[in-house]
């Protein structure tokens, strides 16, 4: 536990957005033109958001022969069971007109009528992925959405970390900020809007920055509010394996493989050759054979060249950095963690299950990705709950005032990461599971201090041990059939424990009971 730190008073703006990817900034720009005022805090530069490394893009339908209807019903059939119906079809529904918008933006790479140039990914049974010019779709469109809200008046930017959310009777009312100066400040808002990520920063060979270490689920987790699917994390399954890839490795877009590229063994055979979907199966698949193949490669050699290298110049030059040829190489390729389906839980606005709290983006479990998220769709989700979370946060705050909270000490939790952990997720909690690895995984986690990334894993672990079957990125060689029995949610709560919803039964609205005190602080 930390010092005690050397406190300032802090303002009171009517919301906090916490995190600065597409959720945040989509969130926090809705806010700002609604009128509230609006404080974002970022620990890290909007670079090193898992948004603004997101290659692939946007999923939304447009083509001729598309739908939302075909959206939704390919969700559903990646998410295994998992999903909620109702946040699906909002969020696919709404998908083409926010899209729309953004057509003048530049961010799209369009054709010569100004439309958009539709990319295919695994699992889409249609080309709906909108891409930037350059296959850097995240860092096109965080990039844009961070220049367009940077200069709003009514937004605050504050550089630093949410180490502690600050409570009063059940209630989120600010967060405890640790700035780079080295002070810890309160930051009191009548709403707390969490947009951090998620966790699958905290695996060794991961996508992620190393900064992606699930703050937000902790901080909601530790104000009382349930976590669901922690046992769900998708792990990408072409990213670049070289020995010396550092964090985040690179990751080997999926758009490679709807352009055509083929996943192969070292004699040169396709090793999904054999599926319907080919390269295009579910990503939850493709992992499980890059993995069950190792060594595998792309290979693009049988494209043309010039084609290859114009449609993705960005990844070209990146792996010529590397000594690579996209167009003519073996890119040796193996999974790596990438996108954490679980998360705090939310209705299809953000609410949490506590009050005053929200949570958007791949911090949230809104019910849209189900046990496997379709390619692309994160970002959608960012910019479509966004703006809802944002529309309810101020219907909310007419009716809210921020509260006067005495400044008082809270212990502050250390945020270390043990040393090991990434390594050990690697081994332990990676695309196929087997219970004496994940017993092993705990074993070792009781060992450590109870830092939030420890937390966090001994509640993955708990839930992955307790999950006995597989289903989308859970998968388990000592059960791997899906169960009907298991069709629901994992929850989590401080005070209650882990428990089981089945069906939808966990999105139906309701509090969790309150405990008597949310922590020991809010006795002072
Ligand atoms: C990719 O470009 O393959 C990643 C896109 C995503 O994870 O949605």
Same mark, same amino acid.
């Given at each position: 536990m930390a010092q005690e730190p050397p406190h300032r008073e802090g303002g009171a703006p009517e919301v906090l957005v916490i995190g600065q990817g597409v959720a945040g900034l989509s969130a926090a720009r809705a806010l700002a033109e609604r009128g509230l005022k609006v404080r974002v805090v970022a620990?890290?530069?909007?670079?090193?958001?898992n948004s603004y490394l997101a290659q692939g893009g946007v999923a939304a339908a447009f083509a001729a022969d598309d739908s939302p209807a075909l959206h939704a019903a390919d969700t559903l059939a990646v998410g295994r069971g998992l999903n909620r119906r109702q946040t699906v079809k909002t969020v696919v529904a709404a998908g083409p007109a926010v899209l729309r918008e953004l057509l003048?933006?530049?961010?799209f790479a369009l054709d010569s009528r100004g439309l958009p140039l539709l990319d295919r990914e695994a699992g889409?049974?249609?080309?709906r992925i909108w891409h930037a010019p350059d296959g850097y779709t995240g860092r096109a469109l965080t990039g844009w959405l961070w220049q367009t809200v940077?200069?709003?008046?009514a937004i605050e930017w504050e550089p630093g970390r949410v180490v502690r959310l600050i409570t009063r009777h059940g209630r989120v009312v600010g967060a405890w900020v640790a700035t780079p100066d080295g002070a810890v400040t309160p930051r009191l808002a009548a709403h707390v809007v969490l947009a951090?990520?998620?966790?699958?920063?905290?695996?060794?060979?991961?996508?992620?920055?190393?900064?992606?270490?699930?703050d937000g689920l902790w901080l909601a987790y530790d104000a009382g509010a349930v976590l669901a699917d922690l046992e769900f994390v998708q792990f990408h399954?072409?990213?670049?394996?070289?020995?010396?890839?550092?964090?985040?490795a690179l990751l080997l877009t999926e758009a490679l493989r709807g352009f055509g590229a083929h996943l192969v063994d070292r004699s040169g055979?396709?090793?999904? $050759?054999?599926?319907?979907?080919? @390269?295009? #199966?579910p990503r939850d698949e493709v992992a499980r054979a890059v993995a069950s193949h190792a060594p595998v490669y792309l290979s693009l050699?049988?494209?043309?060249p010039d084609a290859v290298h114009r449609h993705f110049p960005a990844l070209s030059q990146a792996l010529a950095e590397r000594?690579?040829?996209?167009?003519?190489d073996y890119i040796p390729v193996r999974p790596g963690a990438h996108f954490?389906?679980?998360?705090v839980l939310t209705d299809s606005d953000g609410r949490?299950?506590?009050? $005053?709290l929200w949570a958007v983006g @791949?911090? #949230?479990?809104?019910?849209?990705?189900?046990a496997n998220r379709l390619a692309s769709n994160s970002l959608l989700e960012g910019l479509v709950l966004g703006r809802r979370v944002a529309a309810a946060v101020a219907e909310a705050a007419r009716a809210s005032r921020p509260e006067r909270v005495p400044t008082v000490y809270e212990p502050l939790p250390a945020w270390e990461v043990p040393a090991e952990l990434g390594e050990l997720l690697d081994r332990t909690l990676s695309v196929f599971r087997t219970p004496t690895e994940m017993q092993a995984l705990r074993q070792a986690l009781s060992?450590?201090?109870?830092t939030p990334a420890v937390v966090l894993c001994r509640l993955m672990v708990e839930a992955a041990l307790a999950r006995t079957e597989s289903r989308g990125s859970h998968w388990r060689r000592d059960a791997a059939e899906p169960r009907p029995e298991w069709r629901g949610h994992l929850l989590h709560q401080r005070e209650r424990g882990m428990w089981f919803e089945p069906?939808?039964?966990?999105?139906?609205r309701r509090r969790v009971p309150r405990p008597a005190h949310l922590h020991p602080a809010e006795g002072i």
């Amino acid at each position: 536990m930390a010092q005690e730190p050397p406190h300032r008073e802090g303002g009171a703006p009517e919301v906090l957005v916490i995190g600065q990817g597409v959720a945040g900034l989509s969130a926090a720009r809705a806010l700002a033109e609604r009128g509230l005022k609006v404080r974002v805090v970022a620990k890290a530069p909007v670079e090193r958001s898992n948004s603004y490394l997101a290659q692939g893009g946007v999923a939304a339908a447009f083509a001729a022969d598309d739908s939302p209807a075909l959206h939704a019903a390919d969700t559903l059939a990646v998410g295994r069971g998992l999903n909620r119906r109702q946040t699906v079809k909002t969020v696919v529904a709404a998908g083409p007109a926010v899209l729309r918008e953004l057509l003048p933006s530049g961010v799209f790479a369009l054709d010569s009528r100004g439309l958009p140039l539709l990319d295919r990914e695994a699992g889409h049974s249609r080309a709906r992925i909108w891409h930037a010019p350059d296959g850097y779709t995240g860092r096109a469109l965080t990039g844009w959405l961070w220049q367009t809200v940077h200069s709003h008046t009514a937004i605050e930017w504050e550089p630093g970390r949410v180490v502690r959310l600050i409570t009063r009777h059940g209630r989120v009312v600010g967060a405890w900020v640790a700035t780079p100066d080295g002070a810890v400040t309160p930051r009191l808002a009548a709403h707390v809007v969490l947009a951090t990520g998620g966790l699958a920063g905290l695996w060794r060979f991961t996508t992620n920055p190393p900064e992606t270490q699930g703050d937000g689920l902790w901080l909601a987790y530790d104000a009382g509010a349930v976590l669901a699917d922690l046992e769900f994390v998708q792990f990408h399954p072409t990213v670049l394996a070289q020995p010396q890839e550092g964090r985040p490795a690179l990751l080997l877009t999926e758009a490679l493989r709807g352009f055509g590229a083929h996943l192969v063994d070292r004699s040169g055979r396709r090793i999904l $050759g054999d599926h319907p979907a080919g @390269e295009l #199966a579910p990503r939850d698949e493709v992992a499980r054979a890059v993995a069950s193949h190792a060594p595998v490669y792309l290979s693009l050699r049988h494209l043309d060249p010039d084609a290859v290298h114009r449609h993705f110049p960005a990844l070209s030059q990146a792996l010529a950095e590397r000594g690579l040829d996209l167009a003519r190489d073996y890119i040796p390729v193996r999974p790596g963690a990438h996108f954490t389906m679980g998360g705090v839980l939310t209705d299809s606005d953000g609410r949490t299950t506590v009050p $005053g709290l929200w949570a958007v983006g @791949e911090v #949230a479990m809104s019910g849209l990705h189900g046990a496997n998220r379709l390619a692309s769709n994160s970002l959608l989700e960012g910019l479509v709950l966004g703006r809802r979370v944002a529309a309810a946060v101020a219907e909310a705050a007419r009716a809210s005032r921020p509260e006067r909270v005495p400044t008082v000490y809270e212990p502050l939790p250390a945020w270390e990461v043990p040393a090991e952990l990434g390594e050990l997720l690697d081994r332990t909690l990676s695309v196929f599971r087997t219970p004496t690895e994940m017993q092993a995984l705990r074993q070792a986690l009781s060992r450590e201090a109870s830092t939030p990334a420890v937390v966090l894993c001994r509640l993955m672990v708990e839930a992955a041990l307790a999950r006995t079957e597989s289903r989308g990125s859970h998968w388990r060689r000592d059960a791997a059939e899906p169960r009907p029995e298991w069709r629901g949610h994992l929850l989590h709560q401080r005070e209650r424990g882990m428990w089981f919803e089945p069906g939808e039964a966990a999105f139906a609205r309701r509090r969790v009971p309150r405990p008597a005190h949310l922590h020991p602080a809010e006795g002072i």
